[in-house]
T-cell receptor, first 114, second 115 residues
Framework: DAGITQSPRHKVTETGTPVTLRCHQT?????MYWYRQDPGHGLRLIHY???????DKGEVSDGYSVSRSKTEDFLLTLESATSSQTSVYFC?????????????FGNGTRLTVT | AQSVTQLDSQVPVFEEAPVELRCNYS??????LFWYVQYPNQGLQLLLK??????LVKGINGFEAEFNKSQTSFHLRKPSVHISDTAEYFC?????????????FGAGTRLAVHP
């Protein structure tokens, strides 16, 4: 398995509170991604990073921000959590940006916003 | 724009029976197609991928998929399933959009193998 650690694995939080999810990799891969998984939607890209301090938005980025100060860490922040952000969040990494480059996924963080 | 449709949300099957999980895609450019598997409480793992060449692609755990350009399909098959194949399976198409390698996932098919 690719060395990807997501923390926490589970979190319950209240509406309006800030939440930060962490992704840590030991593979020294350049590209990192945050996805959310919801029933009936598969996985949808929130944000991605193509290097330290280089990030960009994916298809469902509203309400989320990210930061990458080191190659190995990619943080996802919900500034003010809402119930619609209840989901399972997956971090993924890849070593190239080629079309044929598969992604390697972490085990996910299950977030519940009450 | 690219999209992926997985035609079945759930597929129940008995152990040792064959199974086919259906995936259709749409794309205006050359496609690269993937199947990922997700076991309970885990992340996604790459099962197989089609990049070019032979239209029949073999993956891990005895799975294979056939790329059919005329029908824009990439169905996943296994001739004899095991209980341990119970998982959710995602079809995905890759393309370059907005400066990054964009992987578009289908909604997933939950395979339930019964004894």
């Amino acid at each position: 398995d690719a060395g990807i650690t997501q923390s926490p694995r589970h979190k319950v939080t209240e509406t309006g509170t800030p939440v930060t999810l962490r992704c840590h990799q030991t593979e020294n891969h350049r590209y990192m991604y945050w996805y959310r998984q919801d029933p009936g939607h598969g996985l949808r890209l929130i944000h991605y990073s193509y290097g330290v301090k280089d990030t960009d938005k994916g298809e469902v980025s509203d309400g989320y921000s990210v930061s990458r100060s080191k190659t190995e860490d990619f943080l996802l922040t919900l500034e003010s959590a809402t119930s619609s952000q209840t989901s399972v969040y997956f971090c993924a990494i890849s070593d190239t940006n080629d079309y044929n480059s598969p992604l390697h996924f972490g085990n996910g963080t299950r977030l519940t916003v009450t | 724009a690219q999209s992926v449709t997985q035609l079945d949300s759930q597929v129940p099957v008995f152990e040792e029976a064959p199974v086919e999980l259906r995936c259709n895609y749409s794309s205006s450019v050359s496609v690269y197609l993937f199947w990922y598997v997700q076991y309970p409480n885990q992340g996604l793992q790459l099962l197989l991928k089609y990049l070019s060449g032979s239209t029949l692609v073999k993956g891990i755990n005895g799975f294979e998929a056939e790329f059919n350009k005329s029908q824009t399909s990439f169905h996943l098959r296994k001739p004899s399933v095991h209980i341990s194949d119970t998982a959710e399976y995602f079809c995905a198409v890759s393309g370059f959009s907005g400066g990054y390698n964009k992987l578009i996932f289908g909604a997933g098919t939950r395979l339930a193998v019964h004894p």
